[in-house]
């Protein structure tokens, strides 16, 4: 029943790719050269909606039976739904700058990098959390039977990522990001 693991670890791998994709155009931003802001604010986009509809709602369900299994071992790893919390009011704070920076308004280029580096940073400590101390808790902890109940109550709860259409808008949007990316990696490159 472990595949939930195995889920959530390959949602972080595509997370790190977004996170990746922000980050090289970070880097143009630091050079004070001119970012492709639509691969940034379909990064912003993804991060709006991808994790809070679909990804820390199983993280969620694992960790509250984690903590009624072991609370010594929910302890280690902290208040995960406010960790959740915090990275959304993270993303709102990137997604403001952005805000700014496209409407022209005056701002302090250095603000606005460690606005996003903040988040990207924060974004790998939380998934290495998880990855470190999370996921192998709940793997040593928790019984057959805890991950058949959790198996239930993702499947008796309403899914956004199975709702029609929606775990294809995500992939397109995913493809589309990397291919406003890559476009604009071979523009600077020319």
């Known amino acids: ?111 606005v990098a460690e606005i996003i580096r903040e988040f990207i940073d924060h974004e790998r400590q939380h998934m290495e959390k998880e990855e470190r101390i999370f996921f192998p808790a709940a793997l040593k902890v928790l019984r057959p039977k805890d991950w058949a109940d959790i198996a239930l109550k993702l499947a008796d709860r309403r899914d956004p990522l199975y709702e029609p259409g929606l775990a294809q808008k995500f992939s397109l949007l995913r493809g589309k990001i990397l291919e406003i990316e890559a476009e604009a990696e071979a523009e600077r490159l020319d």
């Open 1 to 111: 029943m472990t595949y939930v693991i195995d889920v959530l670890r390959q949602e972080h791998r595509i997370i790190e790719k977004m996170l990746r994709v922000l980050e090289r155009e970070l880097s143009v931003f630091d050079r004070g050269a001119h970012p492709n802001y639509e691969a940034i604010l379909g990064v912003i986009e993804y991060f709006k909606d991808y994790p809070d509809s679909c990804h820390h709602p199983k993280e969620d369900v694992i960790f509250e039976k984690l903590k009624s299994r072991s609370p010594s071992a929910a302890a280690k790893i902290g208040d995960l739904h406010q960790e959740h919390k915090d990275e959304a009011n993270r993303l709102r704070r990137v997604s403001q700058a952005i805000d700014q920076v496209l409407s022209d308004q005056d701002l302090v280029r250095r603000n």
